[in-house]
T-cell receptor, first 112, second 117 residues
Framework: LAKTTQPISMDSYEGQEVNITCSHN???????ITWYQQFPSQGPRFIIQ???TKVTNEVASLFIPADRKSSTLSLPRVSLSDTAVYYC?????????????FGKGTTLSVSS | GAVVSQHPSRVICKSGTSVKIECRSL??????MFWYRQFPKQSLMLMAT?????????EQGVEKDKFLINHASLTLSTLTVTSAHPEDSSFYIC?????????????FGQGTRLTVV
């Protein structure tokens, strides 16, 4: 289980690009990096997953340097509706290797 | 993506009573489902893994007699909070994956807000 470190909170304004960095120095060779988003009083939702370099989808981009010891979730032009908690998961599973284990996450607050 | 649905979305019960929460996979079969609880401003805490047709696997510190899990079909798992007390008030969330392999996406229900009065 790779330990991840991400900022507790971040503030932004509408229209700005937000980059949330996650440190995972002990990432294992077969670990992927996965980000989930959780709105208040809702279950988490998968955003993006990557192994190396860059991954982009309709919601976000994920940048992973060659050493894979960190990763950055990039949200382009955020809106108020992007206010949520963002979780970075790396090799974060229980002993059986099946269930996701969540860390503290980053609370992103977007203001107008 | 796949859909996981929970019912009810919120429930209030009296102390000492039992409450059942249902978790359904609507468009796929889930041999394994997961139950989490989340206190305000905290992260999700894994409670147990629900296995279809067999006993649930509980995480350390979770009372199996308090939180009864039944996974009678490939699309339904239930969590029953027995003899609920105010400290059991929390947000309960279920999850399922298309496969149990690591690195596969997990789909979460919308959560159930339990308030014990």
């Amino acid at each position: 289980l790779a330990k991840t470190t991400q900022p507790i909170s971040m503030d932004s304004y509408e229209g700005q690009e937000v980059n949330i960095t996650c440190s995972h120095n002990n990432i294992a060779t077969n670990d992927y990096i996965t980000w989930y988003q959780q709105f208040p009083s809702q279950g988490p939702r998968f955003i993006i997953q990557g192994y190396k370099t860059k991954v982009t989808n309709e919601v976000a981009s994920l940048f992973i340097p060659a050493d894979r010891k960190s990763s950055t979730l990039s949200l382009p032009r955020v809106s108020l509706s992007d206010t949520a908690v963002y979780y970075c998961l790396v090799g974060a599973v229980n002993q059986a290797g099946t269930a996701l284990i969540f860390g503290k996450g980053t609370t992103l607050s977007v203001s107008s | 993506g796949a859909v996981v649905s929970q019912h009810p979305s919120r429930v209030i019960c009296k102390s000492g009573t039992s409450v059942k929460i249902e978790c359904r996979s609507l468009d796929f079969q889930a041999t394994t489902m997961f139950w989490y609880r989340q206190f305000p401003k905290q992260s999700l805490m894994l409670m147990a893994t629900s296995n279809e047709g067999s006993k649930a696997t509980y995480e350390q510190g979770v009372e199996k007699d308090k939180f009864l899990i039944n996974h009678a079909s490939l699309t339904l798992s239930t969590l029953t909070v027995t003899s609920a007390h105010p400290e059991d008030s929390s947000f309960y969330i279920c999850s399922a994956k298309l496969t149990t392999a690591p690195n596969t996406e997990a789909f979460f229900g919308q959560g159930t807000r339990l308030t014990v009065v």
